[in-house]
Each structure stands twice: as C-alpha cells, then as structure tokens.
C-alpha cells in the first residue's frame, strides 16, 4: 500500500481565495484524522471521521472550515475564505480503526499570503 | 477530558548520551499509547505503542517505553543516541472505551550533537 496520500504537497495562495486539501486514507481503514501543526500551537486534531461519519469536529478552528468524506477513500478539507494565520502544514492520517495507531501522511504545506 | 503532558520542550545531549522523555496523560480509563517521531521536514512515524500486556515495550530504532498505570505515564528511552535521532518526538494518547480521538502532546524536540 502506498500509504496515506495527501494532495497537493505545497499551496500558496492569496488571502481571502478557497483552498481545498485533499486525503486518501489507506485502502481498508474505518478512520480519518485531519490535523494541524504549527510553531505556535503544535499538532492540533482539527476533525476525525469514522466509516466515513464525522465523530468529532470540535478542534475545527471555525465556520471558514469544513471537511468532507464523501467515501472510504476520499475525503476533502476546505477552507474559504483563507486567511494568513491558515498557513500551516495539515496532515491527514488514517487507522484501521479509531483505537489502533495512526498512519500519517506527508502534509501539505499551506502558505496564505 | 484528556490531556497529554510532555515535559521537555526541547532537548539537546551529546551523541552517546541516554534519553529519556517525559509523558504524562489525564484519562483515568483505559487507553491505548503511542511515540511518534518527526524527522526534520517529514510526516509523523508510529515509534512504539502500547495496547495491553508488558508495559515495557519495545520499539524501532533502539527506543523503548515503559507504561506506569499508577502514575498515568509513559516514557520514552533510548540508551545511547545518535545524530540521526534528531527530531520531534510526541506522545500520544488514545481511549478505548468510546469515539477515540488521538490526543498528541505538545511534542520535544531533541537536537543530538555529534
């Protein structure tokens, strides 16, 4: 398995546009994580799915965020509009189940100017 | 609600030298634990982890941890480091009796001189 594949690796992007992060999980795991690190407030668990139903979104900074998992093998997280202090790596990590170790991605760096 | 304590925000020793990093969670129920590590500019690698069973447990790369239930810890060690261990290194914590959510530390970083 290729493991836990995150698009795009970098995005730069003006204040105010739209900007979607997108994840596929590996094949067969119930559960999905999308965090973000950054200096100031290290690695944050914004939402977690579960079979593909959001349990959790609590760490979700605000309405400008949402965060889809339309299928097992996809899911999505938006941003609009964007804003500077956006900028930060996201990571999306999958497990087998919402117990077991997570498997993380590579990040995508996002950089709002 | 859980919360997970590390203790050092940065460390630096010698190479050679003995490592030892401090966790600490809240949750008095049952959990699962986990090491991840963080090499400059990489994702986050799985460690070790503890589900049940000895709670000294072994993991990649000659590092081990040691569960203390009655001290709700978890600490990380390696004997002896090399430059190569140069990295962030984070606790983590997960419940086993509901919706689980990773809950990580605020992470260490450890700068091992050659």
């Known amino acids: 398995d290729a493991g836990v594949i995150q698009s795009p690796r970098h995005e730069v992007t003006e204040m105010g546009q739209e900007v979607t992060l997108r994840c596929k999980p590996i094949?067969?795991?119930?559960?999905l994580f999308w965090y973000r690190q950054t200096m100031m407030r290290g690695l944050e668990l914004l939402i977690y799915f579960n079979n593909n139903v959001p349990i959790d979104d609590s760490g979700m900074p605000e309405d400008r965020f949402s965060a889809k998992m339309p299928n097992a093998s996809f899911s999505t997280l938006k941003i609009q509009p964007s804003e500077p202090r956006d900028s930060a790596v996201y990571f999306c990590?999958?497990?087998?189940?919402?117990?077991?170790?997570?498997?993380f991605g590579q990040g995508t760096r996002l950089t709002v100017v | 609600a859980q919360s997970v304590s590390q203790h050092n925000h940065h460390v630096i020793l010698s190479e050679a030298a003995s490592l030892e990093l401090g966790c600490n969670y809240s949750?008095?129920?049952?959990?699962?634990l986990f090491w991840y590590v963080q090499y400059p500019g990489q994702h986050l690698q799985l460690l070790l982890k503890?589900?049940?069973?000895?709670?000294l447990v072994k993991g990649i790369k000659g590092f081990e941890a040691e569960f203390i239930k009655s001290k709700f810890s978890f600490n990380l060690r390696k004997p002896s480091v090399q430059w190569s261990d140069t990295a962030e290194y984070f606790c983590?914590?997960?419940?086993?009796?509901?919706?689980?959510?990773?809950?990580f530390g605020a992470g260490t970083q450890v700068v091992v001189t050659p």
């Open positions: 949750y008095g129920g049952t959990v699962n």
């Open positions: 094949s067969g795991h119930n559960s």
């Open positions: 983590a914590v997960n419940r086993t009796d509901s919706w689980g959510k990773f809950q």
């Open positions: 503890y589900f049940s069973g000895d709670p």
């Open positions: 990590a999958s497990s087998l189940d919402w117990s077991t170790e997570a498997f």
